[in-house]
């Protein structure tokens, strides 16, 4: 997200020093209403990919997150004071779910027969569309990407709003599925306060 108002900001403090840290723009009303219309137009396309190429960007995804897991390790120690050992656990975790959804979500969501007597009839799972992700802090990258691996596997887009103590992580998560080439705006982190409230356009 680029644009964003220039006065207000998230300010991170280390909870166990109490140091000031990294301080983020804080996105305006008018920016998250863009980065949801965004999602909606990347999942227009998203949804029509194939499962083998949702499985290839997944499968990246996991590989961004192994390569990047001292340094989002360390994010979550300065953030909200995971410890390095949990941090990497945590996002070895992450990938994790990456992988398995990536070689399981078609057949989770494969189309199934079901038996009516003189009918013919299945079951089967569509993409609904953006995923708005309300995530806590105390698990800052599991609680999304348990949330973000299958709804994306599923041809969704999503909106992350993430808690307040946390805005590089949240940051951070976009950032490894835009490196592992996740078509841009499918995924998105806003930083807005909770009590924010856009009005649909």
Known sequence: MNESNDKATFATVNPA?????????EHSVQDAARAVARAAEAQKHWRRTSFDERTRLMRSAAAVLKA????????????????????????????????????????YLARQSVAIEGAKAF?????????????????????????????????NGGVL????????????????????GIPEGLFATVLVRSPARCSRA
């Open 17 to 25: 020093t109490l140091a000031r840290g990294t301080s983020y723009p």
């Open 68 to 107: 990047r897991r001292d340094e989002l390790a360390a994010l979550m120690t300065n953030e909200m004071g995971k410890t390095l050992t949990d941090g990497r656990a945590e996002i070895d975790k992450c990938a994790s779910a990456c992988e398995h959804f990536a070689a399981h979500a078609a057949g």
């Open 123 to 155: 079951v089967t799972y569509n993409p609904l569309g953006v995923v708005l992700a309300v995530m806590p802090w105390n698990f800052p990258f599991w609680q999304v990407f348990r949330f973000a691996a299958p709804a994306l596997m599923a041809g």
């Open 161 to 180: 709003k993430h808690a307040s103590n946390v805005p590089g992580c949240a940051l951070a998560i976009e950032s490894v599925f835009r490196e592992a």
